[in-house]
């Protein structure tokens, strides 16, 4: 499967837990974006990543959240102390990084958390 | 700050009929880039394309077809005998230099189309 992959799919966390999810870009891509799809307010941009680089964290929340891509391995989007609020589908997208930044970005099928 | 509206929260159409999801957008920059994605019921989001704003060609790939009128700031898209497999969430989104160094893309809400057997 040469698309964007994203672990888990769904995931349950008790109000308080951390909650891991992670992405793995398209074979090839080395830029990653993060998008937030809450009920009612459609696809928000959370964060803008390159390989060891934070470039755009605009759209994240200041407290809980934070990302990270690392030389090796996937992108990972870490929130602490989840809240009810924080239940959405959280989507990871890619591109390839090589001729400038308005690339198409391809995304994945999404991680739905549900905080019980 | 950018904006991208889709008036249209849900469409249902019958089986082979034509359909038009209509898209509007603001935008200070003279240079920027239109999408369209699908998210069927499964739930991931698929791109269908991208348009640049100095590239006003309408565009047709089999039954789809995308009317861009930077005129009217509109980026309209239309499925031409619609079928049931077209059913899903259709999301128009805009690229824009966001000042802090990415070109995110703003999204609309989306306009949820029914193809009704």
């Known amino acids: 499967n040469a698309g964007v992959m994203q672990n888990p799919r769904h995931l349950v966390r008790r109000r308080g837990q951390e909650a891991r999810l992670r992405c793995s870009p398209m074979?090839?891509?080395?830029?990653v974006y993060w998008y937030r799809q809450l009920p009612e307010e459609g696809l928000k941009f959370m964060v803008y990543l390159q390989k060891e680089n934070i470039i755009d964290e605009s759209g994240m929340p200041k407290e809980r959240f934070s990302a990270e891509f690392p030389k090796e391995g996937p992108s990972i989007l870490r929130i602490q102390q989840v809240v009810r609020g924080d239940s959405a589908a959280y989507f990871c997208?890619?591109?390839?990084?090589?001729?400038?930044?308005?690339?198409?970005?391809?995304f994945g099928p999404g991680t739905r958390l549900l905080v019980l | 700050a950018q904006k991208v509206t889709q008036a249209q929260t849900e469409i249902s159409v019958v089986e082979k009929e034509d359909v038009t999801l209509d898209c509007v957008y603001e935008?200070?920059?003279?240079?920027?880039?239109l999408f369209w994605y699908k998210q069927p019921p499964s739930g991931e989001l698929v791109f269908l394309i991208r348009?640049?704003?100095?590239?006003?060609q309408n565009e047709i790939s089999g039954r789809y077809s995308w009317n861009f009128q930077k005129s009217t700031s509109s980026f309209n898209f239309t499925i031409t005998a619609s079928q049931v497999v077209d059913s899903a969430v259709y999301f128009c989104a805009l690229s824009e230099y966001s000042g802090a160094g990415s070109y995110q893309l703003t999204f609309g809400k989306g306009t949820k189309l029914s193809v009704i057997p």
């Open positions: 997208a890619s591109s390839p990084g090589n001729s400038g930044s308005r690339e198409t970005q391809y």
């Open positions: 348009r640049n704003s100095f590239d006003e």
């Open positions: 935008t200070r920059d003279t240079t920027y880039y």
């Open positions: 074979k090839g891509h080395s830029h």
